[in-house]
């Protein structure tokens, strides 16, 4: 009895401790370092409360991309999309890192209609074709993301940058990272050196801690950061940035861009 009340004690606490956290997507690997010759992984990909256990939605399977270490698109094997999260196998034929990501974009309007606040989401498309001159109290919103994981056989290869939206330029290698080193990369906006950045860093399984332990950095007059890995384990890296003086077709616009990475960090 007094087993069962421990874990109805601990079950209600950590309800408590994780009801003010955001939903936080991630793709997770079953593992990123792999040597030998056709190897394979598995990958879950969710947006939950908890590092990393799927509890609230799947990311579509639709949205994820895989790119080899080429550039060029690969297969999702066995690709299964649940209520609460997305699961499928990568084939790693060749030696190199493998980029596995989900990104979107998207815009969102709010104004008022009859006293009522209005809602929508949709493309850019969409809200070009709408007469926004004339809605009332008119809030337009975009936001670009990417949540991302990289993984690699044998020899590391370059991880390339895009140059749009928010990402990272990558002077440690996201599978080269190890207790006891420091690694450090540079915040990119539209491929330019990013500084006031805000970089958060969690590292998972945050379900069996009391505090979440989140880290906290800011990106330098460079745009680099560097993170020093307390422990061993998979850590969820994000950081967010607004984007200021936009506007849509005369209408002031209000845009942010996000990046989310999932590494794993190995003893020393």
Request: proline content about 3%; cysteine-free.
């Amino acid at each position: 009895m007094k087993t069962l009340k421990k874990i109805a004690l601990a079950t209600t606490l950590a309800a408590i401790a994780t009801s003010a956290l955001a939903h936080r997507q991630w793709i997770l690997p079953s593992t990123s370092i792999l040597s030998g010759e056709d190897q394979w992984i598995s990958v879950e990909a969710a947006i939950s409360n908890n590092l990393y256990f799927p509890n609230h939605h799947a990311i579509a399977l639709d949205n994820i991309t895989v790119l080899g270490p080429s550039g060029q698109a690969l297969e999702k094997h066995s690709a299964a999309q649940g209520k609460i999260r997305s699961t499928f196998e990568l084939q790693l034929e060749a030696n190199g890192s493998y980029r596995i990501f989900s990104g979107r974009s998207g815009m969102f309007a709010s104004w008022e209609e009859d006293g009522e606040r209005k809602r929508k989401r949709g493309t850019a498309e969409e809200f070009a074709a709408m007469d926004l001159a004339s809605m009332d109290k008119l809030q337009l919103r975009e936001n670009a993301s990417r949540v991302e994981t990289i993984v690699t056989s044998g020899a590391p290869s370059e991880i390339a940058v895009s140059g749009k939206g928010l990402e990272f330029e990558f002077k440690t290698h996201p599978n080269d990272l190890f207790t006891g080193e420091s690694a450090s990369f540079r915040v990119l906006l539209n491929g330019k050196p990013t500084a006031g950045v805000e970089v958060t860093v969690v590292q998972g399984n945050d379900r069996f801690r009391n505090e979440a332990g989140d880290l906290t950095f800011v990106s330098g007059e460079d745009g680099l950061v560097e993170i020093e890995w307390p422990q061993a384990g998979r850590y969820w890296i994000n950081a967010s940035a607004n984007i200021a003086g936009a506007d849509f077709h005369g209408i002031p616009l209000k845009r942010s861009a996000s990046y989310t990475l999932t590494v794993e960090v190995l003893p020393d």
